[in-house]
Structure formats: C-alpha cells, structure tokens
C-alpha cells in the first residue's frame, strides 16, 4: 500500500494503538511479531505472492551469516559471501534484469545481422526488491568482513529485513544501526513521536505537493517533448528535478517519521541536496543509504581513492554505472549513472574531491557569489543527468537536450504550454518549490528542515494545519512513487 | 503517552469541522442530501468553478438517454432550450472551456450510467489538434471516487469559499465574464487565442481513433450519433488560411466524414455568419436557437448549414 494511501491512513493508525496499548510489552519477541507480522501485511497488500521472495531472501542471510561466522576458514567464508551474493543478486537480476538483457541481446543481434530470438518472459517487478536485497547483502558483507556479529534472534533479522517503513524505497538500513534496535523493547517517548508526526507532514507534503505536482507537468512535456521549444523543455528538466527530489525524499521522510512513531530510528537518506557545491557534495546528501552502499562494497573494494588516478577514475565509472543500472532496466538509468561519474573528473584531477562538510553559507544568510556560481553548476549538471534518466531512451534523452540547447531556448514557453491542462501546476508547483526552498535553506543548519520550534505554539499549529489542508486539497489521484519501480 | 493521543485529537478537530461543512453546503451535489444551499445558486456558482465536475455529478444524480457534448459552443444548447424546442429532455454535458478528450472522455463515463440514445457532439477544428490535451475529467474521476477525494480537493474547496462568499456578500460575482469590452475583446480572441490553438497545430491521431471508438460503438448499440461543427465568425474562419493549415481543415472535416455518421456544418461562410451582430465574440453567438432548430429538428431545407454526411440511420 502506498504511503499517500486511504488504506495506509488506515493502516498506520491501527497498527500504533495495537503496538503501544494492546501488546504485551514484557517480552522482545512479541513486539518483533507484531512489526514483522504488520509489515507482511504491508508488503503483502500490493501482491501477497512475493512475501516467499523476502523470506527466501531473509531466510537465506540469516543462516549464510551464522554459518559464516561460525566458520573460521577464509575459503569457505569466502563461498558462503558467494552464495550470499548469488542469492541476492540472483533474485535481483532475474525479476529486474531477464527481459532487459534479453531485449538488449536482441537489438546487438539484430544491429551485428544475426537473428537471435531468446524468449522474454512476462515478469513483474516485485516492489522494494532492490532495497531489502541490497539490505541483507550488507548485513552478510559486514559478518564477513568482520564488522558485525550475526543474530540467533530469527524474529528480530525477520522484522529488520522487512520492517515496512523502509521496506519498498529504502533508506536501506545498515544491520549496525537498524538490527540492535530490534533487540530492546522500544519506549514510547512524547518527543520522538511529535517529531515523527512532523517528519511524516513533511514527507507528505513534498510528496503530495511538490512531487506530484510536478509530476502532471513532467508527464505531458516529456510525453511530448518534439512539440515545444528549449525553454518549455528546460522548464521539464527543472520540475522533474523536484518531482523526483519531492517524491524520493518525501518517502524517506515518511518513512523515518512512521519508524520514530514505534520508536525506531531510521537514517537520514537526503541531506539538501539541491544546496551542494559540487557533485562529490551532491552525493554525499543525495541517497545517502545507497551511494554509501555502493561506496563501501563498490567503490572501496574496487580500491577507492587509494590508488592511482587513472584506475580512481575507473573505480568511480563502474561505481557510478553500476548504481545508474541498479537504478532500473533501461540504458537510459546506465547513462545517468555514468555521466555523474563522468562528472567526478575535475574533482579527482584537481584534487577537489574531499567532501565538503560545511554548511554553506554558514556565517552568512545568503550565499556568497562563488557559492551562488558553485550551486547553479551542480543543480544544472544534475539537470542534464536528470534528463537521461527520465527520457524513454537514449535517443530521447538527447535529442531531448539538442532542443534545449538550440536558439528556442530563449522563446517564451508559456503559449505552447497553454491548453496542456497544467496551467495551475505550473503555479502551484513554483510555489510549492520556493517553500520547499525557504525552509529548507532557512533551516539548513538544523538537523531537519521542517523546524519550527522557536515558533509559538498556536503558530505552529496554525501551519502544520494549512499544510495538511493543502496536502488533503492536492490528494486527488494516488500517485505511486518514483523509486517504486527500482 | 495520553498528551500525545490528546494533541492528535485536536489536530483532527478542524478537518472534522470541515467535513461537516463540505457535508452541509456540498457544493457540487455530490452527496446529494443537504438542501441548506439552493440548487440554482449552485449550478450558477458550482458550474462556472467546475464544469465538468458540477456537470457530471449533475448527470450522475439526474441522468438522461439524450445528451449533448462539446465544449462553450455546445454548452449554449441548454437543457431547457432543447425542452422547449423538441419537447425531449437532454442532459447538456458540454464544457466551457471544454477540449475534445473531455467530450470523448465524458461520452464513456454517460455510457457506463445510462443507455444512450441521442447523443449530439460538437466538434470544431480548433480542438481536433494533438496539442489540445487537457482532460479535467480525469480529475472528476478521481474525485468521484470516494468522499473523501470529493471533501478534500482544491475544487470543492473553491466552489465552498465563492458559494460562501455569495451568501455573506449577497453579490454574485461573474466568474466568466471577461474583463474587456466586445471590441477588445474580438480582436484578442483573433490573436492571442487563435494563436495557442493553430500556430502549433499537430494532426491528432489518437484523437481520431478514438472518435472512430465511438463512432463504431454507437452504430453496434444503435445509438444516434449526430456531430456537428458549431459556427463561428468568418473571421475566425479566416484565421485558418494565415497559419496554413487550410488542408488540415479539410482533413478535419473528412475525418468526421469518414466517421459514417450524420455531420452538421454550421461553420460555413454565409451572410448569417459574416454577421458581427450575431456573434458575442468570434466563437460564440448570442443565440443557438437557429442553430437548435436546424440540428435537432430535422428540417427539409437548412438555412444556417449543411449536412456534410449522413448516417445509414438518420
């Protein structure tokens, strides 16, 4: 079920008055039924038929990661993270991959004169399944390597692997932060809640709001992108960067705040991104669980920065690549991937690459000329790579940016984007975005950006009211989410 | 815990107080039980605010085997201008402001209501363009799906503010009227709005197909399909000839042909139509009673247009 779903506000309700009241509270293992048992049901709701993936997967890891740490010989730890892997993987790449490199094997058949005609298969994409795979591959890396001990506790790695907040879309939840939890019976605590209601406002409001907002402008141009000019097209790029932002950040957002509500503490997975002064910045706030994922069991092993330049640049295209096609079955999400590693070059050849850690502008209320400079170039190299990994192909994508960048980038959009019924998102949708972008920008340094605590009261509550008004105003259509189909 | 539960409880409160309103006034009909605001106001306010939502919901709680789709141009053949000329009762689900996908969208969702029998669509080039794809009746759908959708939508909302505001105010505002006079008027709906409509004009293939759909789907349910392209000024006709698109037009008008059902082309240039007297603005006459009585009263001899086509059944 969705997230901006009338069963989900059913759903979330329900399943917190049965958690905190009618559990028992004595024993670990109940309350780590119940979370697996609601989150089941969660899973379940969207096709009953894939909870034997999660449990073949969840079951696989808990016992690979016993075996592996009971095991004290390297070649057979070695085979077991192998199995592990293939299991995974396996899963992964059968259910996402199959038709996609089939097609793919087809069209370089076809192109090289040969007629190959391997079968494609009608398969559906079970949701969330590159999340939790991924997921229970670091748990069983991290035994592995030695960081982590495995759990006897069978319930508890059950509820971790599937614990419903994170569970379609991520953050995708290191065993070390999220896996203890599941040890201790969680307390109610007044603040953690409130704070969990106010994330989940957030989250909804730039998913309801802005992303989706965005998206009925987004659909109709990309749909359409031969019938208007560069600027129309620019404007495009520009919704969907906040479309995707909106509605991948709002989930994560949804998805914290709905953990903090049973007492668990998830990881911030977006970090302003859209405030980075470079890309190194930019993906350092921008998927936080996944781009450190793949930087601790991609890039690092691979050799990470410690090794010559030519082979650094290596190491960051296949990172980089690999994770675009994590991204989805298509060459476009390839392309994507690989041109924001292409864009890491400067930074590794001018040695700029070390993360910027400061705030920016932070002895200053608006940013200086150089950062204003810096945050345009990173906001609109991500544009461009945003382009390849919205188009329907490659071909699209570009010539998607030939229009862009020819002389109709300087005509007016608004006539030819009248009478394409997204007059009103247009308006609602640059709203919303200065609000997102006040906020956020007033807040940056506080550790959320919905803060409003220094507020009195009445205050407060007068605007948690007026956004919710404006989210259930904007509810219409259950949009699904963007990472839904990764 | 208990102050948790207690500031959740109270945060809820408006959107009770809310719903009761929305209950109370409900400004499209939707539930249909409260009669604390009058009917008229509302199709005077809800109607202008939404058509397609006021006009469908409309149809849902009253609907009709005879209908009449289209968009501003339609919309002038009233319900009670069809009662009061034919004698039979037509339910107009025209739109202003309307968009063919809308006409074709709202053909479906009378269908799945009511059997049809009569059913007359207004079809002007200016629409038969793949650029013209709005399609506000798939916010109706939404909306139509459960009260919740209906009680907390942007729509809803702005009919409730401009049904409430009539009542305090006791003044009702024009919603539609435009704020210029005749002249100035005329020469912006010559340029600015022929301009979004032809300068970027794209023959529309789905468009077509899907007027075949219907077209085919009527003939197989023996339901009447009459289409007919509503008049305009002849200098809205002329237009055409400035953005080149005089084949298209020719083409639009074959496509109907082809339909195989009965066409009315009211968009001729005759002395009616070169008339500036008649016409409000170059789309839209003052008065369709000629119109009306040509198209639906099946007349030996046609003074204001022509029949292009006829259907086997007609």
């Known amino acids: 079920m969705l997230f901006n779903s009338i069963e989900f506000a059913i759903f979330l309700p329900i399943s917190f008055l049965v958690f905190w009241f009618l559990l028992p509270r004595k024993s670990v293992n109940y309350q780590n039924l119940f979370i697996l048992s609601i989150s089941y049901l969660f899973y379940g709701w969207w096709d009953y038929r894939f909870l034997s993936l999660i449990i073949i997967s969840s079951s696989a890891d808990f016992f690979i990661g016993k075996a592996i740490s009971n095991n004290s010989k390297s070649t057979q730890r070695k085979l077991l993270l192998f199995l592990s892997i293939l299991i995974n993987l396996g899963l992964l790449g059968f259910f996402k991959y199959y038709n996609f490199f089939v097609d793919s094997f087809i069209d370089l058949s076809n192109s090289l004169g040969l007629h190959a005609h391997p079968r494609t298969l009608n398969i559906i994409l079970p949701v969330g399944i590159s999340f939790y795979t991924f997921q229970t591959l670091s748990y069983t890396i991290d035994i592995y390597r030695k960081r982590f ?34 040890y201790k019976i ?52 520009f919704f969907f960067a906040f479309q995707i932002y909106g509605d991948f950040s709002g989930y994560s957002d949804i998805a914290i705040g709905t953990a903090k509500l049973f007492g668990f503490n998830l990881n911030i997975n977006f970090n302003l991104p859209y405030f980075s002064r470079n890309i190194g910045e930019f993906w350092h706030r921008w998927h936080i669980s996944l781009s450190t994922w793949f930087k601790d069991y991609v890039y690092f092993p691979l050799g990470g920065s410690k090794v010559p330049k030519l082979k650094q640049v290596r190491n960051i295209l296949i990172t980089f690549t690999v994770s675009g096609l994590w991204h989805g079955a298509n060459w476009t999400f390839v392309a994507w991937g690989f041109l924001n590693g292409l864009y890491y070059f400067p930074l590794i050849f001018f040695k700029k690459n070390k993360n910027l850690t400061s705030v920016i502008a932070e002895n200053s209320i608006l940013p200086s000329i150089k950062e204003l400079f810096q945050l345009f170039l990173t906001f609109s190299l991500t544009l461009i790579a945003w382009i390849f990994f919205r188009s329907d192909s490659i071909t699209d994508a570009f010539n998607y940016l030939r229009i862009i960048f020819s002389e109709s980038l300087f005509q007016n959009p ?17 709203i919303a975005i200065i609000i997102l972008l006040i906020f956020e920008w007033v807040n940056r340094k506080k550790d959320f950006p919905f803060y409003l605590d220094k507020l009195p009261k009445i205050i407060r509550w007068i605007i948690y009211w007026l956004i919710a008004f404006f989210m259930l105003f904007y509810f219409g259509e259950e949009k699904t989410f963007i990472y839904f189909q990764f | ?198 300068s970027n004009y794209k023959y529309p293939e789905k468009l077509y197909r899907e007027m075949q759909n219907i077209a085919e789907y009527c003939n197989i349910n023996e339901i009447k399909l009459v289409i007919f392209i509503a008049p305009t000024h002849t200098d809205l ?78």
Request: aromatic content about 16%; overall charge neutral.
């Open chain 1, 149 to 182: 001990k495995p759990t006897n506790n069978w319930i508890a790695f059950f509820a971790f692997v599937s614990f419903f907040p994170q569970l379609v879309a991520g953050p995708i939840e290191r065993a070390s932060n999220l896996l203890p939890q599941f």
């Open chain 1, 186 to 237: 969680t307390k109610f605590d007044y603040k953690v809640a409130i704070s969990g209601m106010r994330i989940i406002l957030w989250g909804l409001f730039k998913k309801i709001i802005i992303a989706d907002t965005c998206a009925s402008i987004v659909d109709v141009i990309f749909e359409h992108y031969t019938g208007f000019n560069g600027s129309a097209l620019l404007l495009g790029a």
């Open chain 1, 414 to 430: 608004l006539p030819l984007l009248r009478g394409k019924g997204i007059t009103d998102s247009l308006i609602d949708g640059s």
């Open chain 2, 1 to 198: 815990m208990k102050k948790y539960l207690i500031n959740i409880s109270l945060f809820t409160i408006p959107f009770i107080l809310y719903f009761f309103i929305i209950l109370s006034v409900d400004p499209f009909n939707y539930f249909n039980i409260s009669k604390i605001i009058s009917y008229d106001l509302k199709n005077e306010i809800s109607n202008k605010t939404h058509y397609q939502l006021w006009k469908i919901l409309d149809f849902e709680n009253n609907p009709s085997p005879n209908i009449v789709l289209g968009d501003s141009r339609a919309a002038r053949l009233t319900s009670e201008l069809l009662l009061e000329l034919t004698g039979k009762e037509y339910k107009n689900l025209a739109y202003g402001g309307g968009y063919l996908k809308e006409a074709i969208e709202t053909f479906w969702l009378a269908d799945e209501k009511v059997k049809l029998k009569n059913v007359y669509m207004g079809v002007n080039f200016n629409l038969y363009s793949d650029n013209e794809l709005r399609n506000l009746v798939q916010d109706v759908k939404s909306i139509k799906k459960n009260p919740f959708n209906y009680v907390f939508n942007k729509i809803t909302f702005k009919a409730l503010y401009r049904i409430l505001y009539s009542l305090i105010t006791n003044n009702e505002k024009d919603y539609e009227k435009p704020q210029m006079n005749k002249e100035d008027f005329w020469k912006y709906q010559l340029t600015t709005t022929t301009k979004r409509y032809y």
């Open chain 2, 237 to 314: 006709q002329e237009e055409i000839n400035k953005y080149d698109l005089y084949t298209d037009y020719k083409k639009f008008l074959y496509d109907m042909i082809s339909l195989n059902v009965t066409v009315f082309n009211f968009n001729i240039k005759n002395e009616f139509n070169k008339d500036t007297a008649m016409y409000g603005d170059p789309f839209h006459l003052y008065d369709y009673t000629p119109i009306v009585k040509e198209l639906f009263l099946e007349t030996d001899s046609l003074e204001y247009g022509e029949i292009i086509s006829y259907a086997k059944n007609y």
